[in-house]
């Protein structure tokens, strides 16, 4: 996707007046204000409909302007070096003099950072002299979006901009890595545990259990198109039932939907919201999912497909 630098500069501008805009990100899209501003900040809230104890995540450009905010440790400086910019999010020790907004963090001591690598966003993040607090851009609990067309689906005409980045190309939210102690896992995501096991050379811990709440952040219900969703299905009768596959089958019918041609579990992880999407706006009344298998990203499908289940 071409840069149009027309377009950044607009929402540089409404950036600038501490309004809200819509920006893309190789994860998902978010729906981003200025983190330094109380008045921003509050209005992403009120947008999303998000509950006031639910931190925002807040995007930078590099470490360098991180630095004034947060303090670094030496398994940050390896994730950072080794997958950034990309789809991780790092949550850190916020600094006494950090300008973070007190509306952002719900008053933690912490903070959740990310330096998203899409193009069109990294360039918007650099001429910008704040970082920008940008949760998914989504009613709080329903599916998050991956296109400026899911972003209008959600808000209508109550968002000022949104600036098109095309097809989020991960499709799926980053993984969250509490790494103020020994390192935890807080939301699986695009990227896989595994690797970030490799570089810190050791068992990472998982606190993601979905029927848990461990964090505000992660209400049993999440991530939901809103009609019922069933899990692990053998076998379909109901024709009025969409059934979500992970490959495509030879025998095809109009209520199956195909998460990827061969049972690629990246690809899969890229449709799996924008299928949910089309599933719904073709009006069927639920959903039954084939078992997706519990390994790399899979683990990540399953854990959005098993919150949005507890509908
Ligand atoms: O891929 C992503 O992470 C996308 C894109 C837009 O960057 N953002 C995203 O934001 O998924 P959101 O707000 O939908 O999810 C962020 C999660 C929430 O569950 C929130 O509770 C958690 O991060 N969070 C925020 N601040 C936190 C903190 N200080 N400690 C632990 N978790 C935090
Ligand atoms: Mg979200």
Redesign the pocket.
Known sequence: MKINLTNIKKAEKILNKNECVAVP?E????LAGNAYSDKACKKIFKLKKRPKN????V?YYNPKNLKKDCSFNDNFIKLYKKFCPG?I?F?LNLKKNSRISRIA?NN?K???V?F?KHKVTRELLKKLNYPLA????NLSSKL?AVSSKDVKEEFGKNIKYILDGGKSSIGI??T?V?LRNRPKI??L??LETSLIEKILNKKVLINNNPLKIS????QKLHYSPGIPIRLNVKKIINKNEAYLLIRKRKKNRKNYFFLSKNGNLKEAARNLYSMLRKVKKNKYKSIAVVKIPNRGLGKTINDRLLRASKF
Not at 27 to 30: A, I, K, L, Q, R
Not at 134 to 137: E, G, I, L, M, V
Not at 215 to 218: I, R, S
């Open positions: 990100t994860t998902v899209y978010g639910n931190p925002l995540i995007h789809p999010t949550v963090t933690k912490s903070l959740a990310r998203p940008a949760p998914s851009a998050s939210e980053s969250i509490d807080l939301r995501g695009g964090f505000p952040g992660q």
